[in-house]
Structures are given as C-alpha cells and as structure tokens.
C-alpha cells in the first residue's frame, strides 16, 4: 500500500504547486484541449513522454504501447491517430522509440513469450526488411541500437500510409517526426529520417502522396 498512498500524497502536493503557480491552472484546463503534438511511445516506465519534452497537462495527446508499434489493424492506435488528426487537428505526429527497449531486445530473441509473440513479431518484420544492414553490424549493442531506430523508421512509414496522415499532410502540411530516447543520457535524438528519398521509393506499391 505504501507506494499507492505515497502516490496520492504526491497528488495533493502536486495540485498545490500547480496551483501556487497559476491559479486558474484547473479552470483553464476543463475548458478543453488543443494539444499540438501527437506523441507515439513506448510503455516503457524509463521514457516519461511529457517530462522529457518539458511540456505538462494539454500540451501532448499520447499513445503509448510496447516498442512504440503503428500497425494498421490496431483499432486503438488507429483511433487514437485518428482523432488526433482529423479533430484535435495536431500539427506534428511523433513516433518516438528509446535505447535499451525491452520489446526490441525481445524481437532479437527467440524466446517463447506468449501472447507478446504476435506483437513482436512486427518488429522481426523490421528486422527482415532491413536484414542486410543490421546483419553487417557485429556490435550486438550497436545492432540493437540500430533495430530501435530502424523500428522507428518503419513505424513512420506506417504512419504516413494511414489515411488520416496522408489527407493531413496534403491538406495542412502535418508533420511526422521520428525520434529515441536515450537512457543512459536522457537525450531525445531527431533521427531526421528521409521520408522523402524513402517514400519515393515505395510510392508505387501503396500508391501515396
Ligand atoms: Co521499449
């Protein structure tokens, strides 16, 4: 019980600060929402989305699951992007992965895990598709490392096919970013993936923009 009532102690205090700060602090944030970044995470308790961007309550919309995965029969990120697209009407799309992901470590594995095997098995996908390039890696770290980012990469491409991405970046010019958190440094690093010089390629075969 220890941890749960410390929890609601921090909560108490927590309101305090906020309140000290900026009175209006809760009457404003009732008003509604009107985030501008769509953040898509890891579950991962070490990545504290909002905290290492600096930004608080109404400033992101987030979707989090293990190893930070866009598949397209997922009906609850699928939603989520959805509604944060086409109503919330955000203007920046991030799929963020970090350094030592226990889901990607996992998908290097050939452990038995259960129910998890069909959600890791999208990142040995990954793995596949970019097999060449990972296998000339000798470096396990390196190479784990390297599958983070690379997961990353993909999961943007699965972002851009959805239908939601592609009328939003036609329309309004929204912007998908990937990104990884590094553990050991707390840095976020922008990957600056080329989605141009990758799409360009594969354009022909999901017919995109
Ligand atoms: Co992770």
Not at 41 to 57: I, K, Q, T, Y
Not at 66 to 95: E, F, G
Request: aromatic share 8%; net charge negative; glycine share 6%.
């Amino acid at each position: 019980m220890e941890t749960i009532d410390k929890v609601f102690k921090n909560n108490e205090k927590w309101i305090e600060g906020k309140l000290q700060n900026d009175p209006k602090f809760f009457s404003d944030l009732v008003k509604g929402q009107k985030p501008e970044i769509l953040y898509i995470g890891c579950s991962d308790s070490r990545v504290a989305a909002e905290e290492v961007m600096g930004l608080g309550p109404g400033d992101v919309f987030v979707h989090r699951n293990i190893a930070n995965m866009v598949i397209s029969i997922d009906l609850n990120a699928m939603s989520v992007i959805n509604y944060a697209v086409d109503h919330l009407k955000v203007q920046h799309v991030i799929v963020c992965g970090h350094y030592s992901c226990g889901g990607v470590k996992a998908a290097m594995q050939s452990a038995d895990l259960g129910i998890l095997n069909p959600w890791l098995r999208n990142i040995r996908d990954v793995y596949r598709i970019h097999k060449t390039e990972l296998n000339a890696i000798e470096d396990e770290d390196q190479k784990y490392d390297r599958l983070v980012e690379l997961n990353v990469q993909e999961q943007c491409i699965n972002l851009i096919k959805t239908a939601a991405i592609q009328r939003a970046h036609r329309d309004r010019n929204l912007k998908v970013h990937g990104w990884v958190f590094d553990v050991k440094t707390g840095k976020l690093i922008d990957l600056k993936i080329d989605f141009k010089g990758i799409l360009n390629s594969i354009m022909e075969i999901y017919h995109l923009e």
